[in-house]
């Protein structure tokens, strides 16, 4: 699961924060993997800023699920910084704790600037960013002056995401995990699939590309239904670009009349790759993206006004994904 701590309109941060410790204790008793949690910044709307300090406290209140950063935008933070955190959040839940990397800023230029990050920064020293935060967690180096404590040696897993073919390139030259972003920017989803899976190189890390994709997911008991919840996300996508607050708004029976037909044709552009119907329509989606894309893992982003709404919906993928057949990846022309 990704998330996004989502508040609803007047709420406050805690109430959010409440949910989402309330959606991973019922995502580790289904069975998910991780529970991961984004970065953003100066978003109304979404209480998921503090990423480490999430972090910690969903894994306080889980026992077995890794809970990790889906994912630490790198250039806004120094790499110690990282380093210590995370090592910090090793050695409180060993073998809990993934390190997921973005080199997106999360957040507008003043956002940037209030960040303390270079106004003239584009991302190009996201290698150079990377190398040292791995020499903060891995094995001390002879000639090493600085060092994270806790962090050194901590070997925190590292996961590549990205929503471009350049980070999909980087994972695939560093022998990296990679996950996509399909869940918001689905356009390069194929080819960045067929790249990383064609130029991976094996490393100490990964003997095989490991490719995971992150896509929205809605299941409900009819496709109709499904439909009506889905209007939470695609109203949020209509804030982001009328640049509104994304707080999470009640489902509506249809769209019609709350957007412009340019302003749909957006939306739907960035929830293009969006699975949403009945259980049957949902296990035929999935069966499709396996095959096509050769994921090793799929991550869940699923966002409904009601609770008990969001619960249902990943109580039925998790039952889903028990049964589905995957097949052998076809690459994409």
Known sequence: ???????????????????????????????????????????????????????????????????????????????????????????????????????????????????????????????????????????????QVVKAIPGQNSNVPITLLGSSIYSAQLAARLGLPFAFAAHFAPEYLYAAADLYHDQFRPSSVLAAPYFMVGVAIIAAATDAEARRLFTTPQQRFLRLIRNQPVELLPPVDSMDGLWTEGERVAVMSRLGAAIVGSDDTVRAGLEKLLRDTGANEVIAVTDCYRQQDRLDSYQRLAEIANIIEVAHRQPCA
């Open 1 to 143: 699961m990704l998330d996004l701590v989502a508040m609803r309109p007047g709420e406050d941060p805690g109430s959010a924060i409440a949910r989402s410790v309330d959606l991973a204790q019922h995502a580790e008793q289904w069975g998910y993997k991780r529970f991961w949690l984004a970065e953003h910044h100066s978003i109304g709307g979404l209480a998921c800023s503090a990423t480490s300090v999430l972090i910690g406290h969903i894994a306080g209140h889980t026992r077995r699920i890794r809970v990790g950063s889906g994912g630490v935008m790198l250039p806004n933070h120094a790499p110690l910084v990282i380093a210590e955190q995370f090592g910090t959040l090793e050695a409180l839940y060993p073998g809990r704790i993934d390190l997921g990397l973005g080199r997106a800023p999360g957040g507008d230029f003043a956002t940037m600037r209030a960040l303390r990050r270079d106004h003239g920064q584009t991302g190009d020293d996201f290698p150079a960013l990377l190398e040292e935060l791995r020499t903060y967690l891995g094995p001390e180096r002879p000639t």
